[in-house]
């Protein structure tokens, strides 16, 4: 199995990540750590040097382009606690990292987020997103790497800035919240999307349930967004890439296929746009 966006190179995990990876590794499942700005690009990259089924990615998310701290209730299980400290986005140091290993296989996690914006700040924080996007975008085609984009309440602009400034090597719309008409263009447009385990949850699934049903089979991706939105039977618990399984099983219910093929399918659709 492939867990396609995890964190294990958050501080979540500062105290047990080599037994975290273990029990990846016991299920056979290799996974692509994501950088969320510079500090844990750099632990990404220094998890996928240390461990065989571990790759990394390097990027600045649009949450970390300001001051902020935001407490957010997912459900009665889990509350997310997040702050932060802006970063302006250096394209040398980004660039000079993601060349220090043959284990960087994406930039990323990087895109727009308008969620936690209030709306006399949303102009100049989308001209800041939107330009930070660029130069990832940037980034990412002098390297020749796919990009894995984050995008919450932005997909319009998201769909603009892609079309307008176009990936060579496209990548992955992470844990995707948008509606069916936005997941098409962006499959019109070649890129792939990532379902997490909120499609085992019992509640606000059900636009994304349907997406997943009309998905191409060729450009489903499987993640767990650890340390977040642990799936069914494990809320209330911290995320794991050893849970994927549970997305993996997830995605066969819906697709009426079989555990095995769903396996099948999102490794190699992972492995296929990754390019290990």
């Known amino acids: ?48 040097d240390k461990y065989d089924n571990c790759y990394s990615a390097v990027g600045l998310h649009p949450f970390h382009v300001l001051d902020r701290e935001v407490e957010e209730v997912v459900d009665k299980f889990e509350t997310i606690k997040i702050k932060s400290r ?19 296989i994406a930039i990323g996690e990087c895109g727009l987020d308008y969620h936690y914006t209030t709306e006399d700040k949303l102009p100049e924080e989308k001209k800041l997103q939107h330009e930070v996007l660029n130069q990832q975008i940037d980034l990412a085609n002098e390297l020749d790497f796919p990009m894995i984009i984050h995008c919450r309440d932005g997909h319009d602009d998201l769909i603009s800035i892609l079309k307008n400034n176009p990936l060579k090597k496209l990548g992955e719309a992470h844990f995707f919240s948008g509606n069916w008409q936005e997941a098409k263009q962006l499959l019109e447009m070649g890129y792939y999307i990532g379902f997490t385990g909120t499609i085992t949850f019992k509640n606000r699934v059900e636009v994304i349930l349907d997406i997943l ?25 911290r995320n794991e890439p050893a849970f994927v399984e549970y997305v993996v099983k997830k995605m066969a219910e819906v697709r009426s296929i079989s555990i095995e093929e769903a396996e099948r399918i999102t490794e190699t659709n992972a492995r296929r746009l990754f390019r290990v």
């Open 213 to 237: 049903k009309r998905m191409p089979e060729d450009r489903i991706i499987s993640e767990t967004d650890c340390p977040y939105v642990a799936p069914v039977p494990m809320r209330g618990k």
């Open 86 to 104: 802006a970063e302006a986005f250096d394209y040398k140091k980004y660039k000079d990292l993601a060349l220090t290993s043959k284990k960087v």
């Open 1 to 48: 199995m492939f867990d396609a966006h995890a964190h294990i190179n958050f501080r979540d995990f500062k105290d047990d990540y080599d037994e975290v990876i273990k029990r990846a590794q016991e299920k056979n499942v290799s996974m692509i750590n994501i950088g969320s700005q510079f500090s844990t690009s750099e632990r990404a990259v220094d998890l996928g």
